[in-house]
């Protein structure tokens, strides 16, 4: 049945309408969209009825609870394979792609050798000669060491082999996702792609990044711009659930320091401007990715319902 696409969205407006459009557009394009409500409101859920809920090869899956981006793809993808798909191309809904995205992903995963993932290069919605990610470097050694210092530069037009990508956008086969389990709800949003990577590596799936394959992404945070106290709770818990889940006592003895380090950078970062509710935020994850480590599990976060 080829590829279906699959949006996750929450309260997302006519940006999910957006992407929905960007996907409808492909040269080539999905055998499926796979609209993904993360338990919006009502008033949302109508204006998705109203405007995608009859748009042919659209379906919408409209879940009872705020299953978070991790549980948002893992529904939207057992959906899609359930119906059929052989890969499932996976999608936050502040994405765009360009009209020619789909088909090449897919030129990159046929052959003999074909990689269990794919994912294309992301730049800024706003400006497409920066690029946000062309492939990352994921090793648990050096897991809290920023992602910017680590991420592949783009080179060349051929497919490169790396050992991540960013999940906001990414190719999937069936076998891939079903030997890793999908993707680790406990994790929620943020580090769910890290911690997916390392299990299709661990699984034998190779992942490449497609560099003429191109996607525009809104909405980057990182740890020292753009977050919001939601973001920062999670982004110093979830280290601690990726190692706890992938990772062997070596790992702890280079994540602890480098951790403490980013962690401790970043607080003095939102200290000096004034957000004292972003570093309390800090503090919290991080207490909570301890107590996460020490065995206690993970509570929920809620809202938001994408990744942000």
């Given at each position: 049945?080829?590829?279906?696409a699959?949006?996750?969205?929450?309260?997302?407006g006519?940006?999910?309408?957006?992407?929905?459009?960007?996907?409808?557009?492909?040269d080539?394009?999905?055998?499926?969209?796979?609209?993904v409500?993360?338990?919006?409101?009502?008033?949302?859920?109508?204006?998705?009825?109203?405007?995608?809920g009859?748009?042919?090869?659209?379906?919408?899956?409209?879940?009872?609870?705020?299953r978070?981006?991790?549980?948002?793809?893992?529904?939207?993808?057992?959906?899609?394979?359930?119906?059929?798909?052989?890969?499932?191309?996976?999608?936050?809904?502040?994405?765009?792609?360009?009209?020619?995205?789909?088909?090449?992903?897919?030129?990159?995963?046929?052959?003999a050798?074909?990689?269990?993932?794919?994912?294309?290069?992301?730049?800024?919605?706003?400006?497409?000669?920066?690029?946000?990610?062309?492939?990352?470097?994921?090793?648990?050694?050096?897991?809290?060491?920023?992602?910017?210092?680590?991420?592949?530069?783009?080179?060349?037009?051929?497919?490169?082999?790396?050992?991540?990508?960013?999940?906001?956008?990414?190719?999937?086969?069936?076998?891939?996702?079903?030997?890793?389990?999908?993707?680790?709800?406990?994790?929620?949003?943020?580090?769910?792609?890290?911690d997916?990577?390392?299990?299709?590596?661990?699984?034998?799936?190779?992942?490449v990044?497609?560099?003429?394959?191109?996607?525009?992404?809104?909405?980057?945070?990182?740890?020292?711009?753009?977050?919001?106290?939601?973001?920062?709770?999670?982004?110093?818990?979830?280290?601690?659930?990726?190692?706890?889940?992938?990772?062997?006592?070596?790992?702890?003895?280079?994540?602890?320091?480098?951790?403490?380090a980013?962690?401790?950078?970043?607080?003095?970062?939102?200290?000096?401007?004034?957000?004292?509710?972003?570093?309390r935020?800090?503090?919290?994850?991080?207490?909570?990715?301890?107590?996460?480590?020490a065995?206690?599990?993970?509570?929920?976060?809620?809202?938001?319902?994408?990744?942000?």
């Open positions: 049945m080829g590829t279906a699959v949006v996750v969205s929450w309260e997302g006519a940006t999910t309408a957006r992407c929905v459009a960007s996907l409808r557009a492909q080539r394009p999905p055998s499926e969209i796979v609209v409500d993360n338990a919006s409101s009502e008033v949302e859920r109508e204006r998705l009825r109203r405007d995608l009859a748009v042919p090869g659209v379906r919408l899956l409209l879940l009872d609870e705020n978070q981006f991790a549980g948002g793809l893992n529904a939207g993808a057992r959906a899609a394979f359930a119906a059929g798909a052989e890969r499932a191309l996976l999608l936050n809904n502040d994405t765009v792609l360009a009209p020619d995205a789909l088909r090449r992903l897919e030129d990159a995963m046929s052959g050798r074909a990689p269990g993932i794919a994912a294309p290069v992301l730049v800024d919605m706003d400006d497409a000669r920066r690029v946000i990610s062309a492939g990352e470097r994921v090793l648990l050694p050096l897991l809290c060491v920023p992602r910017t210092l680590l991420r592949h530069r783009p080179r060349g037009d051929a497919p490169y082999a790396v050992t991540g990508v960013m999940g906001s956008a990414l190719v999937v086969t069936r076998d891939c996702f079903e030997a890793v389990g999908g993707f680790a709800e406990e994790i929620e949003v943020y580090y769910e792609d890290v997916f990577c390392l299990g299709a590596r661990a699984s034998g799936y190779r992942a990044i497609v560099p003429t394959a191109v996607v525009r992404h809104d909405g980057m945070r990182g740890f020292a711009a753009g977050l919001t106290p939601w973001a920062a709770f999670l982004k110093a818990r979830n280290p601690w659930l990726v190692v706890r889940r992938r990772g062997t006592p070596l790992t702890w003895l280079t994540f602890v320091p480098t951790y403490a980013l962690v401790l950078a970043s607080a003095a970062i939102w200290l000096v401007r004034g957000r004292l509710d972003v570093v935020a800090l503090g919290r994850g991080a207490w909570a990715g301890l107590a996460a480590a065995g206690q599990r993970p509570v929920p976060v809620g809202a938001p319902g994408a990744r942000a």
